[in-house]
């Protein structure tokens, strides 16, 4: 009776009408629908009672692949036999000799243009503004030197009783006139990189390059080393030069340092306007280096993952550290404070931590 109950209201369901119209199921296989949705059931909520029933008697398991963040994000813990380990490689440091490289952008503001012998090198500026600026620091230079003569003169002439006081006092005039326009022009000229008496003693077939170091960077640049050059229109050239002025002042937008470097221009294939990259190398010895595949960043501070070797049994735990660390190369850091040697890193899943570390 209540299996006859139960087939009226399976046969006067919706989808089953539908089927029964269109011949899909036959009024006879309905026993043997309602037995395997049965035996279906039955597997599902045996399975739940033993999954449960594992889980009640053995809770650790539940923890083996979820990493307890502890310390407010300062230690992750993670179980030994944790699978989220396999992505996580460790290094343990040590000092080695390295070089240490400060890279920065730069482009070539301006060239010597070959001239004949004896005649003054012309100088081609990337910018108008430059050109000109140059144009009236020559005709300050100028000014100067014709407003020096003639005070000399006037003030000779003054001595002798053959000139003024009036004319002296106007050749004094002209004179401080002159030279706080050559003063002034030349400071401008330093701000964009050039310094006017170095300018004015370099040969022909000379390139300069103005690169932009970070003030942060700036105590491994030293004026006069070897900078290794590479430009984008030859980027299978290496063009050797030398670090020839740094500049007096900050740029307080970009909190950069304006390093110029000439480079010598035989073939005069580099043009004012190129861009490329400064590589300013000095040799170090004994530093700790790691990969910067080890190094995450969150609001400018560098962090990286140490493992802790005094972990609870069974469990494996990585302490996050705040390094400052030095770029040497595009792969390697060298570490200035927060490591010390022996110590092992992840250099393999430290995004992996970080998101733990920070909750992200």
């Known amino acids: 009776m ?12 919706t989808w089953l009408q539908f089927f029964f119209r269109h011949g899909r199921i036959r009024r ?16 599902l909520t045996l399975g739940l009672i033993q999954w449960t029933d594992r889980f009640r008697n053995h809770p650790e398991e539940l923890l083996i692949s979820k990493p307890q963040v502890l310390q407010e994000g300062v230690v992750i813990q993670f179980d030994e036999r944790s ?7 460790t290094l343990q440091t040590q000092k080695a000799p390295t070089t240490l490289r400060v890279v920065a952008p730069a482009r070539i503001t301006a060239t010597l243009l070959h001239q004949k012998k004896g005649s003054a090198p012309v100088v081609l500026f990337e910018s108008t503004d430059s050109t000109a600026l140059y144009s009236q620091y020559l005709q300050s230079r100028a000014n100067f030197e014709r407003a020096s003569r003639n005070h000399i003169r006037v003030k000779h002439m003054f001595d002798n009783e053959l ?20 003063v002034e022009f030349a400071v401008k000229l330093r701000a964009e990189g050039f310094t ?7 040969s022909s077939k000379t390139a300069w390059m103005i690169a932009d170091v970070p003030e942060g960077e700036l105590q491994e640049v030293e004026k006069g080393e070897e900078v290794r050059v590479t430009l984008t229109s030859f980027p299978d050239r290496i063009f050797i030069g030398k ?6 002042m900050i740029d307080p937008a970009t909190r950069t340092v304006k390093v110029r470097v000439s480079i010598p221009n035989l073939d005069e294939k580099i043009k004012p306007g190129m861009y490329g990259r400064a590589d300013f190398g000095a040799p170090q010895n004994a530093v700790l280096a790691i990969p910067l595949s080890a190094v995450v960043t969150v609001e400018e501070q560098s962090y990286v993952f140490v493992a802790q070797p005094k972990a609870e049994l069974g469990k494996i735990e990585f302490e996050r550290r705040p390094i400052f660390l030095m770029h040497s190369h595009s792969t390697e850091g060298i570490v200035l404070k927060g490591l010390k040697e022996g110590e092992k890193i992840a250099i393999s899943g430290a995004i992996l931590l970080k998101g733990l570390s920070f909750g992200y």
């Open 83 to 89: 699978p989220s380990l396999k992505l996580i490689e």
């Open 28 to 43: 006879d296989h309905l026993p043997i629908l309602i037995g395997i949705i049965g035996i279906i059931f039955i597997g």
């Open 2 to 13: 209540r299996l006859e109950l139960i087939l009226s209201k399976l046969k006067s369901s």
């Open 243 to 248: 670090a020839d002025a740094i500049g007096d």
């Open 163 to 182: 000139a003024t006081a009036k004319e002296l006092n106007d050749a004094e005039a002209e004179f401080m006139t002159s030279q706080a326009a050559q």
């Open 196 to 202: 006017p008496s170095e300018m004015e003693n370099l």
